[in-house]
């Protein structure tokens, strides 16, 4: 709403709490009526109300240009004040919305970004460091550098970047099976790479052995699902989680892993996690409707999204992406809470669609309609001025600087300060 804005965008659930409200123009307070809509459909007392459109008129108190609301806020979900006003002799009315979460959530952030993107480094067109302006300008918190066969740290040499950015750099990489890149596993937040020990004989030894699982599949396609197993294991081994990347990938007019084979995967590997959604929609679909199908069979993975940004023409890092939430943007947060389901993966810009738990969906789709528009183009001008300064134009500094304290206080109204 152009004249106000709220403080915090989230408050704890089931709770009084005081909603705070800055006007731009204090002539516009003089004559205005503020009413709440609660979001799950019914009054505060818990009736139904005989009109959609009906709010409960709700008392508050000016200061200035401040507004306060004292509200009891039940459950967990969205919230809306329709204030109506008058600008210029003209009554016009807007919403301020805002979320109410229980204590589990409510104590962690939202933290966007992607794992699966390509540099230099592989067969990516990007270096390292151009990789990381363009995933801030994408808006993200994290990235990872998923390159094929090769586990890389661009922690140390990326440091000063990582720090103007403000962005977070984790360990991943995409580990396959030979001969042929059948299988593409991706390895995140291990500790060391998993590819090289494909050249050990103890590699060919172990998945010998591990064929033997599999005597329902044909010989070739059983060195598929046994190096699979194996390579998932030495990801664990490495203290890393390994996710089963874009199932449905098609290419030359096949999908590039075989039916049988995938069903294997699905229903027996160790899999911590799966890209359910990925830059092409059919793969999305299918990976969603296997996924559906496996819900009767398996306890359902967590789920994750992956671009698979190679940074070619027209390619947008942000078209598949996850918003995951933990205590902290690390690396060891965000892994635990993938393993725990506090992932989202969402797929699209314009009118995105949002998989995952119900609780979380319906909080994303809150932040990406309240929150994420605002911050997203400061993250966008922020990616790209760092960029221009990655090519020796200093002369952007002091903006780099407004930008980083503007998303820090758009962080801030996540965080509303109560004792939990
Ligand atoms: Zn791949
Ligand atoms: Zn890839």
């Not at 044909?218 to 194996?230: F, I, N």
């Not at 810009?349 to 609780?359: L, M, T």
């Amino acid at each position: 709403m152009e004249h106000f804005r709220l403080k915090n965008l989230v408050y704890p659930a089931d709770r009084t709490v005081i909603v705070t409200a800055f006007c731009s123009d204090t002539s516009l307070l003089k004559n205005i009526e503020a009413g709440y809509i609660s979001g799950n459909g019914c009054h505060q007392d818990g009736s139904m109300p005989d009109s959609l459109r009906k709010f409960e008129p709700i008392p508050f108190d000016v200061c200035g240009n401040i507004l306060e609301f004292k509200l009891f806020l039940a459950g967990e979900g969205w919230h809306s004040i329709k204030l109506r006003y008058s600008v210029d002799g003209e009554s016009t009315y807007g919403y301020l919305e805002f979320y109410t979460l229980y204590d589990d959530l409510f104590k962690l952030m939202p933290y966007k970004g992607n794992f699966h993107c390509h540099t230099t480094d592989s067969d990516g067109l990007n270096t390292p460091q151009n990789a990381l302006c363009v995933a801030r300008e994408a808006g993200f918190d994290f990235t990872a550098f998923s390159e094929h066969r090769l586990y890389t740290d661009h922690t140390q040499d990326c440091d000063g970047l990582l720090n103007k950015l403000g962005i977070k750099l984790f360990h991943a990489e995409e580990v396959h099976s030979l001969p042929r890149w059948v299988c593409h596993i991706m390895s995140l937040g291990a500790s060391s790479g998993v590819s090289r020990r494909q050249d050990d004989l103890q590699y060919k030894a172990d998945v010998e052995e591990a064929e033997k699982h599999y005597p329902e599949l044909a010989p070739e396609l059983r060195s598929y699902a046994a190096q699979s197993e194996v390579i998932l294991r030495y990801i664990s081994e490495a203290g890393g989680l390994g996710v089963m990347c874009h199932p449905y990938w098609r290419q030359a007019g096949r999908f590039n892993v075989p039916e049988a084979l995938n069903n294997v995967l699905f229903e027996r590997l160790a899999f911590e996690a799966v890209e359910l959604v990925t830059a092409d929609n059919v793969n999305t679909s299918l990976v969603n409707a296997k996924y559906l199908e496996l819900a009767r069979k398996r306890e359902p993975l967590p789920v994750l999204a992956g671009s698979d940004w190679h940074g070619q023409q027209g390619e947008r890092m942000e078209c598949a992406c996850n918003i995951i939430f933990a205590s902290e943007c690390d690396e060891k947060s965000i892994v635990e809470a993938i393993r725990a389901g506090r992932s989202v993966a969402v797929s699209g810009e314009i009118s995105p669609v949002v998989f995952g738990d119900f609780r979380l969906v319906n909080y994303v789709h809150f932040l990406l309609r309240n929150f994420y528009t605002q911050r997203d183009p400061l993250c966008e001008r922020l990616g790209l001025l760092v960029l221009c300064a990655l090519s020796g134009d200093d002369s952007m500094s002091d903006e780099i600087a407004r930008l980083r304290a503007a998303i820090d206080l758009q962080n801030m109204m996540l965080k509303t300060q109560v004792s939990i």
